[in-house]
């Protein structure tokens, strides 16, 4: 059976961008036809400065939404990174294969440096290394598939990568795995500059669908969105990258095309009513499952603790398999 791992930083809130480009697949489609684990990868967010409690929350509450999106425990593995120690064990073999050049050109790595360095802040050597942990994560399981949105690609084929040159060096230990986009929306845009991602650890503003945000919020900021000096409805990413943004936010909530829905509005207003409503409408059962999960947190801890056991015992093998090819000698 194809084994898919995907995972959620609880870096801030989680937003429409992380829902239409990731987790809406892992619920709707992923959990359904694959073995698969989705992971709250706490300890990704500790690369950036953090606030511990803030962390702690938005693990839970991460954990939480997973649920409320329809993730079934039972036919999914779902849990928290730092509980399956696996994930660092594996890492460090992997820093072992992975180079420095290879980390040094990861787009989001860039990114993230170069704010951190805005802020006045340092930029923590776990940003750097952020994708190794992150192919541990994948490599540990034996990942044939990893979904995500397009941001996310380039660190999964750097996971590629490590997997190969491994599997060459010592010997046959590792899956070789693949990125999967969604068809539409794998980059949704900050609404109010939609030349940038609508990312959940931007400072929150008017750009971003946070999905817990309240159905009158939401069209808020959908009817206030950024969009073109042009009056028609056209679909094109470079030149009208605002409205283009709308109608792939709107095609993914309606199962449509993004190019014959530019065809079908003649005005900007029109377009922006469609789209947040669709929005708000695909938004209501989730918001509802999560307030109905907010009751019962100890619910979501067991679910937690299952997944981590389920997780720990399937990533071991793997993990003792590297260690034996990489020349470590079993434990006496
Ligand atoms: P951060 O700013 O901390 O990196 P993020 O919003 O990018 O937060 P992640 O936890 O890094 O969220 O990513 C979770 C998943 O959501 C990944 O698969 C990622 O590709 C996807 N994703 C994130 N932002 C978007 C977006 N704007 N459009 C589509 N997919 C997205
Ligand atoms: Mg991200």
Request: glycine share 6%; with cysteine; net charge neutral.
């Amino acid at each position: 059976m194809t084994r898919v791992f995907s995972g959620i930083k609880p870096t801030g809130h989680v937003t429409l961008g992380n829902y239409l480009g990731a987790m809406r697949r892992w619920a709707q489609v992923d959990q359904h036809r694959a073995d698969s684990l989705f992971c709250i990868v706490d300890l990704h967010a500790l690369t950036v400065d953090h606030d511990p409690a803030r962390v702690r929350r938005l693990s839970r509450q991460a954990a939480t939404l997973l649920l409320a999106t329809g993730l079934d425990p039972e036919v999914c593995t779902v849990y928290l990174q730092s509980h399956v120690d696996e994930h660092t064990r594996l890492s460090y073999l992997l820093e072992c294969v992975a180079t420095d050049g290879e980390m040094r050109r990861m787009v989001q790595y860039k990114e993230k440096a170069a704010r951190e360095r805005e802020r006045g802040g340092s930029v923590r050597l776990s940003l750097l290394t952020y994708p190794v942990l992150m192919a541990a994560d994948i490599l540990a399981f034996g990942t044939d598939e990893v979904p995500v949105g397009d941001d996310q690609v380039q660190h999964v084929e750097l996971a590629r990568d490590v997997a190969v040159r491994f599997n060459q060096r010592y010997g046959h230990t590792f899956v070789v795995p693949r990125a999967t986009r969604p068809g539409v929306a794998a980059r949704v845009m900050n609404l109010q500059d939609p030349t940038s991602k609508m990312g959940k650890s931007e400072d929150s503003g008017p750009g971003i669908v946070y999905l817990l945000d309240e159905p009158d919020v939401v069209r808020k900021k959908v009817m206030r969105a950024v969009t073109d000096s042009g009056r028609d409805v056209v679909y094109d990413r470079e030149s009208r990258p605002g409205v283009a943004n709308l109608l792939e936010i709107l095609a993914a909530c309606t199962d449509g095309d993004p190019e014959a829905l530019a065809g079908a509005y003649a005005s900007y207003g029109a377009l922006k009513k469609d789209t947040a409503e669709a929005v708000v409408e695909v938004l209501r059962p989730v918001r509802a499952k999560h307030r109905e999960l907010c009751a019962d947190p100890a619910h979501v801890e067991g679910v937690l603790r299952d997944g981590a056991r389920r997780a720990r015992e399937m990533a071991r093998p793997t993990v003792d398999a590297a260690y034996r090819a990489i020349g470590l000698l079993p434990p006496v």
